[in-house]
């Protein structure tokens, strides 16, 4: 098993930046991506970017592309997410994911572990 905990949501207002984190405990192994979701009320669970284990190949969903950066420091099993000129429309609760794979997957059904999920609340 492998436990996944978010950190780093909160309030900005729009224009600004936060950087979420995701450190992974457990049964971590190499070869495993890590990817960032959000959910926005009323929507269904998005896919927002992901990284590999080595960090040399990310993916980053459109609306999200110039303004969103994921990295990942694998001695300390974590990923960040920092996110700048935030809009109100990225306003959801972002959730970490991981799996086992060499690939990118962009499918929240592709992942096996979850966080809790932490709230971005950008204002207007």
């Known amino acids: 098993q492998v436990q996944l905990v978010e950190s780093g949501g909160g309030l900005v207002q729009a224009g600004g930046s936060l950087r979420l984190s995701c450190a992974a405990s457990g049964r971590t192994t190499s070869n495993y991506i890590m990817g960032w979701f959000r959910k926005a009320p009323g929507k269904e669970r998005e896919f927002v970017v992901a990284?590999?284990?080595?960090?040399?190949?990310?993916y980053y969903a459109d609306s999200v592309k110039g303004r969103f950066t994921i990295s990942r420091d694998n001695a300390k099993n974590t990923a960040y997410l920092q996110m700048n000129s935030l809009k109100p429309e990225d306003t959801a609760v972002y959730y970490c994911?991981?799996?086992?794979?060499?690939?990118?997957?962009?499918?929240?059904?592709?992942?096996?572990?979850w966080g809790q999920g932490t709230q971005v609340t950008v204002s207007s």
């Open positions: 990284i590999t284990w080595s960090g040399g190949l990310t």
């Open positions: 994911a991981a799996t086992n794979s060499i690939v990118i997957f962009t499918k929240e059904g592709q992942y096996d572990y």
